[in-house]
């Protein structure tokens, strides 16, 4: 895999749409689950469909594959996005352990977990930054 994910090898290595929506789905359920994401969750709607179809297809464009995101909905600035929403030091890091936890349980290489986990917390710190000091 590129270091810096460009090309298609890091969308390879999380299996591709199919394992993305794995991913995905595992984060969704983590958040339905976990305590300490409940104050994200209700940040949601109810039916989560229409949200695991958005991360998937963003997180598809940030591994390098297809940018499905902006073929559907266009191009998106999340700390702009997600202003609207109170997002600080306990969110993020609520938001991180679904990820963390659903990253755990996908049959990625480990290195490939390790280097997934730090770029998503790029735009996740990012976001809180943006919230916190309204930028």
Known sequence: ?????????????AGELAGITSLVDAFYSNMDTFPEARVIRKMHPDDLTESR????????????????FIEHYGGINLPDFHRQFPIGPDERNAWMLCMQHAIAVQP???SFKEYLLARLWI?????????????
């Open 1 to 13: 895999m590129n270091e810096d994910g460009d090309g298609m090898d890091a969308y390879r290595a």
């Open 53 to 68: 179809k958005k991360l998937t297809y963003f997180l598809c464009g940030v591994l390098g594959g297809p940018r499905l």
């Open 108 to 110: 990625y290489e480990a």
């Open 123 to 135: 735009p996740a710190e990012r976001i809180r930054m943006v919230n916190e000091m309204g930028i």
